[in-house]
């Protein structure tokens, strides 16, 4: 109202202005006994007569309806000040000209800044807008009388046939007009049953504000009439809000709305829909599980509150390890996560994997079944995805008491020399170039060499066409099965390879088959030409032959293993180098500390040795930190083989639980500044929680220390690894300084994957420090 009460500055009463040209109309069925009464404003007729009406209606959409209606007094039923029934109704409609000033209709052409000037047939206060409803609606009126006098009978708004005005919130043209036309008549119309009898009250209060109008002295005229319009204005508004809900206006809303289901078939999409109809199809059938689990009243562990569908899915990124570790420490150490379909146990101390790991270790010796399993072209012979079983307990006695065990990671030792100097020499060129380097590439490229050395005495950098080969492959397997866990979380959509990298991972499998047969056959051909046993494959292929074992090692099985060997050796021990590297550089200190107590040792005059690693106990203490703060694989998944119980709570057969050693390795109740790079912490004397003087610390035997997982499934390659990883950082930080490219501190955001590495690449500058003659054979 503010506005138009603004406007207000004389008294002046409207009745009084207007009665000379107020007409009486009766409508409704009683028409003649004088049951409803409107009065109608006629038009001045000098100014009827000219080239248009003052009232403007060649401007509106009314345009061509002139004639005898103008306002009722009170203001029948519409809105005032442009916010009437049209206007609301039709946006950009044509009633309403470009140039036209809203609200103004009712300004008379003639006058410039009307508002009650000169040649204005209303009062320079009276509301601009509502003249047009108003007068629509007493047409409607004026119509109906007419039908009924003529016919006797109604069936519908004549209004409807020649105004044509548009509703939004329903579909047939002019229907409001229709229902405005019902809740005037005081009573329902014959034959209109769609108009209830109860919105008939409006004509009443009209005439109430009428008569009350003329009787009270108590305010202005026009702060009356305002005060009517306000009236008028919430009881019609109220009566459309209500018309809007009516079933006939519903359904007409509907029937112009296209369907969802319509919009995904027609759109670009549709390829989506069986995908998602599957998801539904499975969400629904996983509530309905769990509900019957709760039911049952099987007790769960904490878990946060779950979508439908798609579960917690809503609350993992990527780097799920930091997702669970963050979640746990709302809803504890042991919680259960959804996954669309796919339910886990997420354990998050040592003392609750040490229940995995060791009090149940045989019940915890299987993996889940992984989206790829499909299109795994190997799944019933790869060591690291087997169940447990006779055949999984051959291979892993092949692994600790022939290719990974002690003495023959002992023999690879000149392997293991020889390609640290070649990465050593890789870096000695740039320093002497003064270029800076990605040492994450250059760390790969050799862990690379040194597994396919040890696997079949071949180098990548030497034998382009095999070793490079599986080396893509296994990158590619690596990279697609983050896509294979979309899959993998609902677990029946992972037939469908919705995204393809079912597909991708067969190809690539395919690729390493074919490979893995030349070489087996180069290797039997040499074999027959009398070679000695040279390599990891030499090894295998005599066990191939062993007729005497009730488990035969097929072709099938060896490109497994090599294959496990490849996946599990190379990415984690060279993303340890990296994170091992970057740590040092960002603890400048620790650095320092690293390289006095290799100069104490060794010296500069000669290259460190395996033999001195033992005397190194800084550098010890330096891969471990490293390895509590980025555990090459920071999850480790386990299948539940029999019915048991964990941290209280009962797991069923077949159970997925998922050990998050990330979040164990940095337990706060288990480490001291749990986040921090303290490599100090395993140089404590005294035997621990961590138990630094503990030979097995390493071995999975300190639970809240497990960087190579625990139990019978524990890594098997964690000796080499080790191996590997102590005497190449001694290598790399006894012969060079290191800067970091363009920044004080290198940037150690963890990247999504299996292997965790670093987001960002590690470029560094290596500064020679010692006589390059040092670096040689
Ligand atoms: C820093 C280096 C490494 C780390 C951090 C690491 C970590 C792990 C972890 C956490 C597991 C799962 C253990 C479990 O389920 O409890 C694992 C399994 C495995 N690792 Fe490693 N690993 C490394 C290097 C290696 C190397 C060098 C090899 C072999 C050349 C290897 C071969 C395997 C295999 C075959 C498995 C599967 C074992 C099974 O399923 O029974 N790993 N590794």
Same mark, same amino acid.
């Given at each position: 109202m503010p506005e138009a009460r603004d406007r207000l500055s004389r008294a002046e009463h409207p009745i009084a202005t207007y009665r000379p040209r107020l007409r009486s109309i009766t409508l409704g069925e009683n028409a003649g006994r004088g049951d409803t009464v409107f009065f109608v404003l006629e038009d001045e007729p000098e100014l009827a007569r000219g080239s248009g009406t003052p009232f403007r209606w060649r401007d509106t959409?009314?345009?061509?309806?002139?004639?005898?209606?103008?306002?009722?007094a009170a203001s029948a039923g519409a809105t005032r000040r442009g916010r009437g029934v049209h206007r609301r109704g039709i946006?950009?409609?044509?009633?309403i000209r470009q140039g036209q000033n809203v609200?103004? $209709?009712?300004?008379?052409?003639?006058?410039?800044?009307?508002?009650?000037?000169?040649?204005?047939?209303?009062?320079?206060w009276y509301p601009r807008t509502p003249l047009r409803d108003i007068t629509s609606v007493v047409r409607a009126i004026e119509r109906r009388s007419r039908l009924r006098e003529g016919e006797?009978?109604?069936?519908? =708004?004549?209004?409807l046939q020649d105004q044509q005005v548009h509703y939004?919130?329903?579909?047939?043209?002019g229907a409001p007009l229709e229902h405005i036309t019902c809740m005037i008549s005081p009573k329902p119309t014959i034959?209109? =049953?769609?108009? %209830?009898? @109860?919105?008939?009250?409006v004509p009443k209060l009209l005439l109430d504000i009428t008569n009350k109008d003329e009787d %009270?002295?108590? =305010?202005?005229p026009q702060k009356m009439l305002l005060n009517s319009i306000d009236t008028v204005e919430k009881v019609v508004m109220e009566e459309l809000r209500k018309l809007k809900r009516t079933p006939s206006a519903r359904k007409a809303e509907r029937e112009k709305k296209p369907t969802a289901m319509a919009i995904i078939i027609d759109?670009?999409?549709?390829?989506l829909f069986f995908p998602i109809c599957i998801i539904l199809v499975v969400g629904i059938l996983s509530f309905i599980k769990k509900s019957a689990n709760s039911k049952k009243n099987i007790p769960l562990p904490p878990s946060p509150a779950a979508l439908p569908v798609i579960g917690h899915l809503h609350l993992l990124s990527s780097t799920l390890h930091i997702s669970f570790k963050n979640l746990s420490s709302k809803y504890g150490p042991f919680m259960l996560i959804r996954a669309g379909a796919t339910a886990s146990y997420v354990v998050s101390n040592g003392a609750i994997a040490k229940e995995v790991f060791k009090t149940h270790d045989i019940k915890f010796a299987a993996r889940p079944e992984f989206g790829s399993s499909d299109y795994q072209i190997y799944k019933d012979t790869l060591f690291s995805t087997l169940d447990y079983g006779k055949y999984w307990i051959f291979l892993k006695k092949i692994c600790m008491m $022939?290719?990974?065990?002690t003495q023959q990671i002992n023999r690879f030792a000149d392997t293991r020399r020889e390609e640290m100097i070649d990465l050593l020499r890789i870096f000695v060129k740039k320093a002497e170039e003064g270029e800076g380097c990605d040492a994450g590439v250059e760390f790969m490229a050799m862990t690379n060499n040194l597994i396919s050395r040890m696997t079949m005495s071949t180098r990548c950098s030497t034998n382009v066409d095999e070793t490079s080969e599986i080396r893509e492959v296994a990158k590619g397997i690596t990279r697609i099965s983050g896509l294979l866990s979309l899959g993998e979380a609902f677990t029946l959509l992972k037939r469908y390879d919705v995204f393809g990298a079912g597909r991708k991972v067969k190809a690539l499998l395919l690729r390493f088959n074919a490979l893995m047969d030349r070489i087996i056959s180069k290797h039997e051909m040499e074999i027959r030409g009398g070679k000695r046993e040279k390599d990891m494959m030499d090894i295998l292929l005599r066990i191939s032959e062993d007729?005497?074992?009730?488990?035969k090692l097929t072709k099938a099985g060896i490109k497994g293993l090599f294959l496990d060997l490849f996946l599990g050796g190379t990415d984690t021990t060279s993303v340890a180098l990296q994170w091992a590297l970057a740590e040092l550089l960002n603890h400048p200190e620790a650095l320092k500390k690293l390289q006095g107590e290799i100069d104490k040792i060794v010296g500069l005059n000669r290259l460190v040795e395996e033999s001195d690693v033992p005397n190194l106990p800084y550098l010890h203490a330096v891969i471990k930190e490293t390895l509590r703060l980025h555990? @090459?694989?920071p999850l480790v998944f386990r299948k539940c083989r029999e019915d048991c119980k964990i941290n209280g709570f009962p797991i069923a057969k077949n159970s997925r639980v998922v050990v998050n050693l990330y979040a164990i390795n940095r337990d706060p109740n288990a480490w001291e500044n749990a986040a921090e790079f303290v490599p $100090?912490?395993?140089?404590?004397n005294t035997i621990n929680a961590?138990?630094?003087?503990?030979?097995?610390?390493?071995?999975?035997?300190?639970? %809240?220390?497990v960087p190579f997982g625990g139990?019978?499934?524990?890594?098997?390659g964690a000796g080499l690894a080790t191996s590997v990883l102590h005497v190449t950082l001694a290598g790399v930080i006894q012969c060079f300084d290191w800067k970091i490219k363009?920044?004080?501190?290198?940037?150690?955001e963890e990247g999504a994957g299996? %292997?965790?590495?670093?987001?960002h690449p590690l470029v560094c500058y290596p500064i020679l420090r010692v006589n390059p003659s040092v670096i040689a054979i």
């Amino acid at each position: 109202m503010p506005e138009a009460r603004d406007r207000l500055s004389r008294a002046e009463h409207p009745i009084a202005t207007y009665r000379p040209r107020l007409r009486s109309i009766t409508l409704g069925e009683n028409a003649g006994r004088g049951d409803t009464v409107f009065f109608v404003l006629e038009d001045e007729p000098e100014l009827a007569r000219g080239s248009g009406t003052p009232f403007r209606w060649r401007d509106t959409m009314m345009t061509g309806i002139h004639g005898t209606v103008g306002v009722a007094a009170a203001s029948a039923g519409a809105t005032r000040r442009g916010r009437g029934v049209h206007r609301r109704g039709i946006p950009g409609s044509p009633g309403i000209r470009q140039g036209q000033n809203v609200g103004q $209709e009712n300004i008379s052409p003639t006058v410039g800044r009307g508002r009650g000037g000169r040649g204005s047939v209303l009062p320079y206060w009276y509301p601009r807008t509502p003249l047009r409803d108003i007068t629509s609606v007493v047409r409607a009126i004026e119509r109906r009388s007419r039908l009924r006098e003529g016919e006797g009978l109604q069936t519908g =708004s004549p209004i409807l046939q020649d105004q044509q005005v548009h509703y939004p919130f329903l579909s047939t043209p002019g229907a409001p007009l229709e229902h405005i036309t019902c809740m005037i008549s005081p009573k329902p119309t014959i034959g209109t =049953s769609r108009c %209830s009898a @109860s919105i008939g009250k409006v004509p009443k209060l009209l005439l109430d504000i009428t008569n009350k109008d003329e009787d %009270s002295g108590c =305010s202005t005229p026009q702060k009356m009439l305002l005060n009517s319009i306000d009236t008028v204005e919430k009881v019609v508004m109220e009566e459309l809000r209500k018309l809007k809900r009516t079933p006939s206006a519903r359904k007409a809303e509907r029937e112009k709305k296209p369907t969802a289901m319509a919009i995904i078939i027609d759109s670009q999409f549709q390829y989506l829909f069986f995908p998602i109809c599957i998801i539904l199809v499975v969400g629904i059938l996983s509530f309905i599980k769990k509900s019957a689990n709760s039911k049952k009243n099987i007790p769960l562990p904490p878990s946060p509150a779950a979508l439908p569908v798609i579960g917690h899915l809503h609350l993992l990124s990527s780097t799920l390890h930091i997702s669970f570790k963050n979640l746990s420490s709302k809803y504890g150490p042991f919680m259960l996560i959804r996954a669309g379909a796919t339910a886990s146990y997420v354990v998050s101390n040592g003392a609750i994997a040490k229940e995995v790991f060791k009090t149940h270790d045989i019940k915890f010796a299987a993996r889940p079944e992984f989206g790829s399993s499909d299109y795994q072209i190997y799944k019933d012979t790869l060591f690291s995805t087997l169940d447990y079983g006779k055949y999984w307990i051959f291979l892993k006695k092949i692994c600790m008491m $022939e290719i990974l065990s002690t003495q023959q990671i002992n023999r690879f030792a000149d392997t293991r020399r020889e390609e640290m100097i070649d990465l050593l020499r890789i870096f000695v060129k740039k320093a002497e170039e003064g270029e800076g380097c990605d040492a994450g590439v250059e760390f790969m490229a050799m862990t690379n060499n040194l597994i396919s050395r040890m696997t079949m005495s071949t180098r990548c950098s030497t034998n382009v066409d095999e070793t490079s080969e599986i080396r893509e492959v296994a990158k590619g397997i690596t990279r697609i099965s983050g896509l294979l866990s979309l899959g993998e979380a609902f677990t029946l959509l992972k037939r469908y390879d919705v995204f393809g990298a079912g597909r991708k991972v067969k190809a690539l499998l395919l690729r390493f088959n074919a490979l893995m047969d030349r070489i087996i056959s180069k290797h039997e051909m040499e074999i027959r030409g009398g070679k000695r046993e040279k390599d990891m494959m030499d090894i295998l292929l005599r066990i191939s032959e062993d007729k005497t074992s009730d488990v035969k090692l097929t072709k099938a099985g060896i490109k497994g293993l090599f294959l496990d060997l490849f996946l599990g050796g190379t990415d984690t021990t060279s993303v340890a180098l990296q994170w091992a590297l970057a740590e040092l550089l960002n603890h400048p200190e620790a650095l320092k500390k690293l390289q006095g107590e290799i100069d104490k040792i060794v010296g500069l005059n000669r290259l460190v040795e395996e033999s001195d690693v033992p005397n190194l106990p800084y550098l010890h203490a330096v891969i471990k930190e490293t390895l509590r703060l980025h555990p @090459s694989l920071p999850l480790v998944f386990r299948k539940c083989r029999e019915d048991c119980k964990i941290n209280g709570f009962p797991i069923a057969k077949n159970s997925r639980v998922v050990v998050n050693l990330y979040a164990i390795n940095r337990d706060p109740n288990a480490w001291e500044n749990a986040a921090e790079f303290v490599p $100090e912490r395993f140089l404590i004397n005294t035997i621990n929680a961590i138990g630094h003087d503990d030979p097995e610390d390493m071995k999975g035997q300190n639970f %809240s220390y497990v960087p190579f997982g625990g139990g019978r499934r524990g890594c098997p390659g964690a000796g080499l690894a080790t191996s590997v990883l102590h005497v190449t950082l001694a290598g790399v930080i006894q012969c060079f300084d290191w800067k970091i490219k363009g920044a004080d501190k290198v940037n150690m955001e963890e990247g999504a994957g299996f %292997s965790a590495a670093m987001v960002h690449p590690l470029v560094c500058y290596p500064i020679l420090r010692v006589n390059p003659s040092v670096i040689a054979i």
